[in-house]
């Protein structure tokens, strides 16, 4: 029972709620956490961490994601997407996809980002959208974020449809408010879906009503398929569980302080290291064999 699953959530339900769904699956006290918050409007990829593969998840949550929206011009929201109160902007000119283009070049790359008041950040030990709900003041900051692409599918007044890809921490509903700041028409999200978590994609999705039978868990393998390996024998392996640290017997290519997994003689996870000249450093060292995820 460790491994990963690509859930397909879908719209009107929180990221809780799906996995409280998955849950159901497996034997009581299984751990299980999903990587990254999806908001009840989004649908698509939810990347599921189930047993040890639980220690994984800030790998997947530091992944690149792509997301496919449409966006609303010409209203704006107190949620930033059409969930919250929307409210129509007077007096609009339609924006010219000359104009739009130039302001999403303002928005790409790394940038400073608004989160929506309404979020899962936490604000002082509560969650935002619980604060901004009850009509506190929300004091967030801007953070830094990448957003790599912007591609404009279609523009027909007011709905503008995009695909997004872009890191961590990325707000799709704060690039919709901020392009529609920035062409003085309003902006929110109407429909959003997330279409891939860095090797994830959509199309390995199973959806929260499945067949428990016919659900099979990814390796954890899958999560560290980027990074270097290195193969370590029974007796280097025994040592770093010890927290000793070794020479790596193996040798590598990437440069010092490169994350590097750890594999044993059969080629199964053992855990993950930081190398500091010729000694690894273990981050995450599982306790036994892993054979049982291949």
């Known amino acids: 029972m460790n491994g990963l699953l690509v859930i397909d959530k879908p719209g009107g339900m929180t990221s809780r709620d799906a996995v409280n769904c998955v849950q159901k699956w497996f034997p009581k006290k299984t751990k299980i956490g999903h990587t990254g918050t999806l908001d009840p409007l989004a649908t698509g990829v939810l ?30 929201s107190t949620s930033d997407d059409a969930d919250g109160e929307v409210t129509e902007t007077p007096n609009v000119f339609a924006p010219t996809r000359d104009q739009i283009d130039a302001a999403f070049a303002t928005l790409t790359g790394s940038i400073e980002q608004m989160p929506p008041s309404v979020s899962a950040l936490k604000v002082g030990g509560r969650r935002a959208h619980d604060l901004a709900r009850k009509g506190k003041d929300v004091p967030l900051v801007p953070r830094t974020v990448r957003i790599d692409v912007i591609r404009v599918l279609d523009y027909a007044w007011p709905w ?41 994609v959509a199309e390995q999705g199973v959806n929260v009503d499945a067949d428990p ?13 980027g990074m270097e390996q290195i193969r370590l024998s029974a007796d280097e392996i025994r040592r770093l569980r010890q927290g000793q ?8 290519t990437t440069p010092d302080g490169s994350e590097i997994a750890l594999l044993d003689e059969k080629g199964e996870l053992v855990g993950t290291c930081v190398v500091q000249g010729e000694q690894i450093v273990t981050q995450i060292m599982f306790a036994a064999s892993l054979s049982t995820i291949a």
């Open 47 to 76: 990347v599921v961490c189930i047993g040890l593969a639980t220690r994984l998840a800030d790998y997947v949550q530091a992944m690149g994601k792509s997301y496919s929206s449409r966006f609303r011009l010409g209203a704006s």
């Open 160 to 200: 503008l449809e995009v695909e997004v890809d872009c890191g961590k921490g990325t707000y799709i509903r704060s690039i919709a408010r901020d392009l529609g700041t920035a062409l003085g028409c309003g902006g929110l999200v109407q429909t959003l879906r997330r279409t891939r978590v860095g090797p994830f």
């Open 245 to 252: 640290r070794i020479t790596a017997s193996g040798g590598r």
């Open 213 to 225: 039978a016919s659900v099979k868990l990814l390796p954890m393998t899958t999560v560290l398929a």
